[in-house]
C-alpha cells in the first residue's frame, strides 16, 4: 500500500513502475461494470448502472404528448435529458443548482442519441431521459450514456444501435483507459468516447483538455476498445432481462 | 399510511440453454426464446414493425421477440408504450377540454382526441350537437376524470381518435385504478368483466385497469323516463354510489391482486385475477404489496391456470 501512496515531486505517483495504476488497476484494464433494467415501475424504461464506484440510475419517460407545445416538432418526436448530480454524490457534501456544466451535459446526451433513436416514427412526441448520478468517482458521463442507452432499450424505443461511452486519458504518455476521480482530477487529459459498437461509428467524442496530437490516436483508440468491452456487458444485461421477462410471461 | 420502499428484484438467472434444443441459428438469424438486441442483423426478409434496413439486410431496433408472417419479419418489445389498434378498448383520463373535443391520456404516444361529436349526451341518442353543449363540454367529462371508450379512427398524424356511442362506454366511478404494462392485457372476446367476489373490472388495452363496484342494472323507467335515458344521464355523473367497507376491501384486494401479477409480468385476464384473488384471501390487503406475498399468490394462481 505504501507505494500507492508516494510523493513523487509533490504529486500523487498515478503509475507505479510496474505499471500498476492507484487503484491497481492495469492500463487497458476497466472498472468492474454492472447494470440492471427495469429498477423503476413508474418509468417507461429505467436503468442503474454501476462503473467501478460512479453509479447512475436513469429513467426514460416516453414517448408521450409534448409538454410544451411551442417545442412540438411535426415530423419528429423531441428528445429531452435532464443531468443531475445527487448532493451526496462526492466526497464534500454540495446542494448544487443548476450550473452550465450540467446543461451542458444535458446537451451533449440529446446529440448523442437524436441519431441514433428512430424519432421520425413517433411525430408529435417528447422522450425524456433522467440521468442522476448517485456516486461520483469519475466518468459520469460514460456512466450516463451507458445507463441511458438501457433505459431506452428497456423502454423498448426503437434504435440503430446501442451507444457504449468509455474514457481514456494518459499518464506519461502511456494510454490508461477508464479514469477513476483521482486520475481525472490530476492534470491528465481525459477523453469520452461513445461509439455505435456494430458499425464502430463515432457518436461523441469530447475533451476538455490538451492532449497531443501523437497520443491521441492511441487514446482515442484504447477508448474505443473499451467500448467495446462494455457492449459485450450491456448487450448481456438486455440479452438476460429479455430472457427472464419472457419466461416470466410464459408462465 | 405506512409507507414501503421495496428494493428491486433482479431477473431470475437466465437457465443454461439446451444443446440445440429450442434455439436455431439460420443465418444469422435467431428463432426459439433467443431474443434479438438493437442493432442485430436478423434476416433478409421484408421489414415490419422494430426493424430498420441497412443494405439487404434487416436489423432489430428493439429488444424483444423476432414475429413472422411469412415474409414479413417485426420484432415485438416486451415493454413498450400502447400501439392503438382500431375497435380496441380503452380506459383513459381526461387532461385538456379543447374546442369541441377532449384530450384523453390512454398511455400512447399522443394524447388520443375524443370529438364532441362522437359521445352521448343526455336527451336522445341521435341529437345534433348544439353550441351550448360545446360551452357546458366540462359539465360531461372535465379534466382528470376518467373514461373508459373504443378506439374509431386514426388521424393523419397517428394521432387516435376515441369514441363513447355505446352506453356501456362511460365515465368512471364506484372503483380505483390501477396501470400496468400494456404488453400484459390481451386481446379477448370482452374486456368488461364481473369478477364471482363481487367487483366488475374493466381491463383496457392500453394497461390501464379499473376496478370498481358491481353497478346493478337500473329499474326500467324511473318516473315515467325510458330507461336508456336515465343511463344516458348517469353515464356523466361524478357522484360515487354508497360502499360498504366490504366493498372498498374487496376492490383494494383485486386491485392488489393485479399490481402484484404485473410485477411479476404476467399476463393479465379474467381468470388469472380470480385465481390470485382466490390466493390472497389467506393475507390481509395491505400485505399483498410484500414481496414474498407476491410470489406466493403469482405462483398459486399461475398454477392453477395451468392446471385448468
Known amino acids: 500500500m505504501s507505494r500507492i501512496f508516494t510523493i513523487n515531486m509533490s504529486r500523487l505517483e498515478l503509475l507505479s513502475p510496474e505499471g500498476l495504476r492507484i487503484d491497481g488497476r492495469r492500463a487497458n484494464e476497466l472498472r468492474k461494470l454492472t447494470a440492471k433494467t427495469g429498477v423503476l415501475s413508474q418509468a417507461d424504461g429505467s436503468a442503474y448502472i454501476e462503473q467501478g464506484n460512479t453509479k447512475c440510475l436513469a429513467a426514460v419517460y416516453g414517448p408521450r404528448e409534448v409538454r410544451h407545445k411551442m417545442n412540438m416538432l411535426h415530423d419528429r418526436a423531441i428528445i429531452n435529458v435532464e443531468f443531475n448530480m445527487a448532493p451526496f454524490s462526492t466526497a464534500e457534501r454540495k446542494k448544487r443548482s443548476k450550473n452550465d456544466k450540467q446543461v451542458s451535459k444535458s446537451v451533449l446526451g440529446i446529440i448523442t442519441f437524436e441519431p441514433v433513436i428512430k424519432t421520425t416514427l413517433y411525430p408529435r412526441s417528447q422522450i425524456d431521459i433522467y440521468l442522476q448520478i448517485l456516486q461520483h468517482d469519475g466518468g459520469d458521463l460514460q456512466a450516463c450514456i451507458n445507463a441511458a442507452t438501457l433505459a431506452l432499450i428497456d423502454a423498448g424505443l426503437p434504435m440503430i444501435d446501442y451507444v457504449c461511452a468509455c474514457t481514456a486519458g494518459s499518464i506519461d504518455k502511456e494510454p490508461i483507459v477508464d479514469l477513476n476521480h483521482v486520475e481525472e482530477s490530476s492534470d491528465s487529459p481525459e477523453l469520452t468516447v461513445a461509439i455505435l459498437p456494430k458499425t464502430g461509428k463515432v457518436n461523441l467524442l469530447q475533451m476538455e483538455s490538451r492532449l497531443h496530437v501523437d497520443n491521441f490516436e492511441s487514446v482515442a483508440n484504447l477508448a474505443s476498445e473499451g467500448c467495446e468491452n462494455i457492449y459485450q456487458i450491456l448487450d448481456q444485461v438486455i440479452r438476460d432481462r429479455t430472457k427472464g421477462l419472457l419466461k416470466q410471461m410464459k408462465q | ?308
Open chain 2, 1 to 308: 399510511m405506512q409507507v414501503q420502499f421495496l428494493s428491486p428484484v433482479p431477473p431470475p438467472p437466465p437457465e443454461p440453454q439446451e444443446e440445440d434444443g429450442d434455439v436455431s441459428m439460420v443465418d444469422g438469424e435467431s428463432v426459439g426464446i433467443n431474443p434479438v438486441t438493437p442493432g442485430q442483423a436478423i434476416a433478409t426478409d421484408t421489414q415490419g414493425h422494430g426493424t430498420y434496413l441497412e443494405g439487404s439486410t434487416v436489423h432489430s431496433s428493439v429488444a424483444g421477440m423476432i414475429d413472422r408472417v411469412n415474409k414479413l419479419i417485426s420484432v415485438r418489445p416486451l415493454k413498450t408504450r400502447y400501439n392503438a389498434e382500431i375497435g380496441d378498448i380503452v380506459v383513459g383520463r381526461i387532461t385538456e377540454v379543447a374546442q369541441s373535443r377532449w384530450k384523453v391520456d390512454v398511455n400512447g404516444r399522443q394524447d388520443a382526441v375524443l370529438m364532441l361529436s362522437s359521445v352521448n349526451l343526455p336527451g336522445g341518442v341521435q341529437r345534433r350537437k348544439s353550441e351550448s353543449d360545446q360551452l357546458q363540454m366540462r359539465t360531461f367529462f372535465s379534466e382528470g376524470d376518467l373514461l373508459v371508450g373504443e378506439v374509431q379512427s386514426f388521424y393523419a398524424d397517428g394521432a387516435t381518435a376515441l369514441q363513447t356511442r355505446t352506453l356501456k362506454y362511460c365515465k368512471l366511478r364506484n372503483g380505483t385504478f390501477t396501470c400496468v404494462p400494456p404488453a400484459l392485457v390481451q386481446r379477448c372476446k370482452s374486456h368488461f368483466h364481473t369478477l364471482p367476489c363481487g367487483v366488475d373490472v374493466i381491463l383496457g388495452l392500453n394497461g390501464y385497469i379499473w376496478v370498481s363496484k358491481t353497478t346493478e342494472k337500473l329499474p326500467k323507467g324511473v318516473e315515467g323516463r325510458a330507461a336508456e335515458e336515465v343511463e344516458a344521464e348517469m353515464a356523466y355523473s361524478n357522484k360515487n354510489e354508497p360502499i360498504t367497507d366490504h366493498e372498498r376491501e374487496t376492490i383494494a384486494r383485486v386491485s392488489n391482486c393485479i399490481a402484484a401479477l404485473a410485477r411479476r409480468f404476467m399476463y393479465i385476464n379474467d381468470s388469472i385475477i380470480v385465481y390470485a384473488y382466490e390466493a390472497s384471501l389467506g393475507f390481509a390487503v395491505s400485505d399483498l404489496l410484500q414481496l414474498q406475498v407476491i410470489r406466493a399468490i403469482t405462483q398459486e394462481a399461475s398454477a392453477k391456470a395451468a392446471m385448468s
